[in-house]
């Protein structure tokens, strides 16, 4: 059955670096999308993208994120200057289309230290 | 502003009993909703979908149930069975916007 990937699981980085999480969505899909939980929380929306731009976005998806789907197949996102209260788990989903479900990869826990 | 609301942030039930699980949502432009099951450290798994136009949507032990004029909608689990513990989100969308819009969750425990 196919599935989003992700990769890391877990990412540790030091505050003020960048990091770059990976995302792997269902091939036939066209709707990506970025979440995270922070320990405790709910999930909260990012961003998403469709047909090579950012379609919607958060407030916390600030300019201290972007996102690229760099060769077709890949979707990343990138934390410039990470801070402590990015810590969290971070989500990649996508869709078919924007009335069906969406498919959530199994995360990367991201720790920022 | 808390578009989706699970009022509830646990519940327990005996195993083979019926589980309900609520959820309340303020944008009345939201015509698609879905039930997600999370396990601590997995990403959440689809389990069900209702769409504005129905108000009832049935897939084996799940059933979920939606009535519009209350913005209200509930999943029932029947039986329950303890591999059904998990955190369940409800989800919405809509209103010109594709984004899914999460609650809070609701932690399940189906005790033996």
């Known amino acids: 059955e196919p599935e989003v990937t992700q990769t890391p699981s877990h990412q540790v980085t030091q505050m003020g670096q960048e990091v770059i999480l990976r995302c792997v969505p269902i091939?036939?899909?066209?709707?990506f999308y970025w979440y995270r939980q922070i320990l405790g929380q709910k999930v909260e929306f990012l961003v998403s993208?469709?047909?090579?731009?950012?379609?919607?976005k958060s407030e916390i998806f600030d300019d201290q994120f972007s996102v690229e789907r760099p060769d077709g197949s890949n979707f990343t996102l990138k934390i410039r200057s990470t801070k402590l209260e990015d810590s969290a788990m971070y989500f990649c989903?996508?869709?078919?289309?924007?009335?069906?479900?969406?498919?959530f990869g199994q995360g990367t826990r991201l720790t920022v230290v | 502003d808390q578009q989706v609301k699970q009022n509830s942030p646990s519940l327990s039930v005996q195993e083979g009993r019926i589980s309900i699980l609520n959820c309340d949502y303020t944008?009345?432009?939201?015509?698609?909703f879905l039930w997600y099951k999370k396990y601590p450290a997995e990403g959440p798994t689809f389990l069900i979908s209702?769409?504005?136009?129905?108000d009832k949507n049935e897939d084996g032990r799940f059933t979920v149930f939606l009535n519009k004029s209350a913005k209200h909608l509930s999943l029932h689990i029947v039986p329950s069975q303890p591999g059904d513990s998990a955190v369940y989100f409800c989800?919405?969308?809509?209103?010109?916007?594709?984004?899914?819009?999460f609650g809070k969750g609701t932690k399940l425990s189906v005790i033996p």
């Open positions: 989903a996508s869709r078919v289309d924007g009335n069906t479900e969406a498919f």
């Open positions: 091939s036939n899909h066209l709707y």
């Open positions: 993208f469709y047909n090579n731009e950012i379609s919607e």
């Open positions: 944008n009345s432009m939201f015509d698609y």
């Open positions: 209702i769409s504005s136009i129905k």
């Open positions: 989800a919405a969308t809509g209103a010109g916007s594709y984004q899914l819009t």
